[in-house]
Nanobody
């Protein structure tokens, strides 16, 4: 099964910034809603942000105003710009392609990239 490959995670001080990237095969990128999820230790995976093919975006309340999701259609790549990072943003971040039109399976996930925010 196709696995997406995130990059850009790392360690940063609180208040800092990181930018995550997730290139995808064109046939997946063009047919799916793209999203970022995260999972902190001991907690369930949660949605962070989504970007539909029509350009609409959503954000969880916890990251609204600090994170920006974007799609570069020329590169078939999803990004997540994370600013004003907080210690509670520490988690493994996953790229996902969801609700894919006319594909089987209908969703694809990456292996995750660690983001650690120190106080």
């Amino acid at each position: 099964q196709v696995r997406l490959l995130e990059s850009g995670g790392g360690s940063v001080q609180a208040g800092g910034s990181l930018k995550l990237s997730c290139p995808a095969p064109a046939y997946i990128y063009s047919r799916c809603e793209m999203a970022w999820y995260r999972q902190a230790p001991g907690l369930e995976r949660e949605s962070v942000s989504t970007a539909n093919k029509d350009g609409t975006t959503t954000y969880s309340d916890s990251v609204k105003g600090r994170f920006t999701i974007s799609r570069d259609n020329s590169k078939n790549t999803l990004y997540l710009q994370m600013n004003s990072l907080k210690t509670e943003d520490t988690a493994v971040y996953f790229c996902a392609a969801l609700r894919c039109f006319n594909l089987v399976p209908r969703e694809y996930w990456g292996q995750g990239t660690q983001v650690t925010v120190a106080s």
